[in-house]
T-cell receptor, first 117, second 109 residues
């Protein structure tokens, strides 16, 4: 596709369940980022990949959160034992090269709205 | 930790009015970006400012980067309902892109 695609667009799950959120970046983009956006807040960094490896996972809130990008393209964010506080919009973005601020643009998907009940 | 403070948090104005929103930090940024986010969508990049004192114009939107590269402003002339959305500033920091909390703008026809 032409843009970053995230599936599902909405996910409702029960507290304690496991969920997977998928991100298809723009073809050829080597860098991929996951952000979480709570109501009334700006996006909060979770993790980013350069190729297949997680270059920085310092934003993951705890060990219930994990993300993979096994072939350097599609990425999956995995949340174990979900809690109500995990409810948020999870945004994925990709860029041609690592964001360096100057002339690099991050393209965002529409997000997955996760609701834990 | 590099933080970006945005003000005001909310702004509701009538169509045709002018407005300015602000993005401030105590840290120096090598560049700042402005994004607009509409409900149910991801943020979309509007502009990147790089040089202290730089002014960029995008139709009715004027972006300015402070001389000390610690702050930026976005001015909208003759706002239209289509300008409604969440305006976010962001810059490179300890993580690839640090975002402010945004200004939620509502333009009423």
């Amino acid at each position: 596709g032409a843009g970053v695609s995230q599936t599902p667009s909405n996910k409702v799950t029960e507290k304690g369940k496991y969920v997977e959120l998928r991100c298809d970046p723009i073809s050829g983009h080597t860098a991929l980022y996951w952000y979480r956006q709570s109501l009334g807040q700006g996006p909060e960094f979770l993790i980013y990949f350069q190729g297949t490896g997680a270059a920085d996972d310092s934003g993951l809130p705890n060990d219930r959160f994990f993300a993979v990008r096994p072939e350097g393209s599609v990425s999956t964010l995995k949340i174990q034992r979900t809690e109500r506080g995990d409810s948020a919009v999870y945004l994925c973005a990709s860029s041609l090269t690592l964001l360096a601020g100057m002339n690099t643009e991050a393209f965002f998907g529409q997000g997955t709205r996760l609701t834990v009940v | 930790t590099q933080l970006l403070e945005q003000s005001p948090q909310f702004l509701s104005i009538q169509e045709g009015e002018n407005l300015t929103v602000y993005c401030n930090s105590s840290s120096v940024f090598s560049s700042l970006q402005w994004y607009r986010q509409e409900p149910g969508e991801g943020p979309v990049l509007l502009v990147t400012v790089v040089t202290g004192g730089e002014v960029k114009k995008l139709k009715r939107l004027t972006f300015q980067f402070g001389d000390a590269r610690k702050d930026s402003s976005l001015h909208i002339t003759a706002a239209q309902p289509g300008d409604t959305g969440l305006y976010l500033c962001a810059g490179p920091g300890n993580t690839p892109l640090v975002f402010g909390k945004g200004t939620r703008l509502s333009v009423i026809a």
